[in-house]
């Protein structure tokens, strides 16, 4: 059964800061997501990443996919108070089911 | 834009109650899931279904059962609620190898 860590378990920074979160899956993707989810809401898609050594940026928001295709890290410039939510990562695997890390539970503030 | 509609936002039943949550897709995606979401457990799959008439277990499918009468809809039921099915639900959609497309969530209360 495929497990995924992802790191801190909790963050809790000023608007402004720079952050890191970490996502690593005990074996290899098969398609890696983030997502992130607002209090009272559902998950929402951020990025799918398949390449190893991918990079993608969504504004404020730079994803890293390792090379090994096992780990992932989301990287977020002068976080702001919307960027408070969990962020999860996913493996969607060929059956089309998903596997979810614990999420890392962001707060910002003002 | 896909929405995925849960029926409800909160719920409160009893111990022993059927109870059912519904969940409705309207972009014509064949895969519909339900997961749990608990404080330091994450997501859990409960069912999933690729098609009509068809479902597949998940990882905790104890308690549960589910119905997929039409593409559209795909309905979670507790047979006999119990207090540790206390918890947040929530319905996905997806087409194929393609990532999830959530509901808003149910917070179900079992007292």
């Known amino acids: 059964t495929q497990l995924l860590e992802q790191s801190p378990q909790f963050l809790s920074i000023q608007e402004g800061e720079n952050l890191t979160v970490y996502c690593n899956s005990s074996s290899v993707f098969s398609s890696l997501q983030w997502y992130r989810q607002e209090p009272g809401e559902g998950p929402v898609l951020l990025v799918t990443v398949v390449t190893g050594g991918e990079v993608k940026k969504l504004k404020r928001l730079t994803f890293q996919f390792g090379d090994a295709r096992k780990d992932s890290s989301l990287h977020i410039t002068a976080a702001q108070p919307g960027d408070t939510g969990l962020y999860l990562c996913?493996?969607?695997?060929?059956?089309?089911?998903?596997?979810f890390g614990d999420g890392t539970t962001l707060t910002v503030k003002p | 834009d896909v929405k995925v509609t849960q029926s409800s936002r909160y719920l409160v039943k009893r111990t022993g109650e059927k109870v059912f949550l519904e969940c409705v897709q309207d972009?014509?995606?064949?895969?519909m899931f339900w997961y749990r979401q608990d404080p330091g457990l994450g997501l859990r799959l409960i069912y999933f279904s690729y098609d009509v008439k068809m479902k597949e277990k998940g990882d905790i499918p104890e308690g549960y059962s589910v119905s997929r009468e039409k593409k559209e809809r795909f309905s979670l039921i507790l047979e006999s609620a119990s207090t540790n099915q206390t918890s947040m639900y929530l319905c996905?959609?997806?087409?194929?190898?393609?990532?999830?497309?959530f509901g808003n969530g149910t917070r179900l209360t079992v007292t």
């Open positions: 996905a959609s997806s087409r194929q190898n393609s990532p999830l497309h």
């Open positions: 996913a493996d969607n695997t060929n059956a089309g089911k998903s596997t």
């Open positions: 972009m014509d995606h064949e895969n």
